[in-house]
């Protein structure tokens, strides 16, 4: 075999490769945290003061029995009107987020049947009100 003949092998290799690296580019599937990125951030400031609202309180606990996911929030919201939702983000899959609205038990508890949430990694964005207090917290979860 010539050198002629190795150089546009070599050349005809790099072309396979590149065209490759281009297909599987063109199929990557890019997702964004928010849709709506632009507003969110103009509504930041109410995240700050519901974290400031909810550190001045017990903490939020999220725990995993059974098939069940369970939310305790605070003590001393016990009885307390309580209005919210509870986002299940996935950061690898868009098509496992959840939203769930906060109902909680005269305990403060909420309880999530595991069927909804697929088994992945969450980031558990919890924003309630409660009266005119808005209140926000962000726990991890491993849903197993």
């Known amino acids: 075999m010539t050198w002629g003949n190795k150089l546009i092998l070599v050349f005809i ?22 849709k709506d990125y632009y507003n969110d951030e103009l509504r930041y400031q109410d995240k700050i ?22 939310i305790q929030l605070p003590k001393e919201l016990n009885g307390l009107a309580t209005t919210g939702k509870a986002w299940f983000y996935c950061a690898t899959n868009a098509s496992n987020d959840r939203k769930i609205p906060v109902e909680v038990n005269d305990e403060g508890v909420m309880v999530i049947d595991k069927t909804k949430l697929a088994k992945a990694n969450y980031q558990v964005k919890l924003s309630w009100q409660t009266g005119s207090d808005k209140f926000y917290n962000e726990q991890k979860l491993e849903v197993k």
Do not use: P, R
């Not at 400031?52 to 725990?63: D, H, P, R, W």
């Open 13 to 34: 290799g790099f072309a396979v490769l590149m065209s490759t690296l281009v297909y599987k580019c063109m199929k990557q599937n890019f997702e964004l945290v928010s």
């Open 49 to 70: 003061d519901g974290v400031n609202n909810a550190n001045k309180l017990s903490n939020v606990q999220i725990t995993q029995i059974g098939d069940e996911v369970s």
